[in-house]
């Protein structure tokens, strides 16, 4: 099993960047598909972005051109890259682990992101 701290979440004017960041514990971070997840007040939690252990990437269609997910092998850990950010990106962020046999998933905590108008 592995375990997700998520930390980057914070309050940005629309049009500004945050950076996110997961960090991972164990040996077998590269056997994990990660993914970033966003869940608003009121609304279902949302695949953003994951990205395979090869390093394929996938994006929900209101991020793309905007988001870059990307990942440290050796550091165990993925990033989520959010630019010209809106206030419906406004939601509580969440990572997630998959590993690429077993099909387990894993959560984070969640981190806060709120985008002002």
């Known amino acids: 099993q592995v375990q997700l701290v998520e930390s980057g979440g914070g309050l940005v004017q629309a049009g500004g960047s945050l950076a996110l960041s997961c960090a991972a514990s164990?040996?077998?971070?590269?056997?994990?598909?990660m993914g970033w997840y966003r869940q608003a007040p009121e609304k279902q939690r949302e695949l953003v972005a994951d990205?395979?252990?090869?390093?394929?990437?996938n994006y929900v269609d209101s991020v793309k051109g905007r988001f870059t997910i990307s990942r440290d092998n050796a550091k165990n850990t993925v990033y989520l890259q959010m630019n010209s950010l809106k206030p419906e990106d406004t939601a509580v962020y969440y990572c997630?682990?998959?590993?690429?046999?077993?099909?387990?998933?894993?959560w984070g905590q969640g981190t806060q992101v709120t985008v002002s108008s």
């Open positions: 997630n682990a998959i590993h690429m046999w077993t099909r387990k998933s894993n």
């Open positions: 164990g040996r077998t971070f590269s056997r994990y598909t």
């Open positions: 990205i395979t252990s090869s390093g394929r990437t």
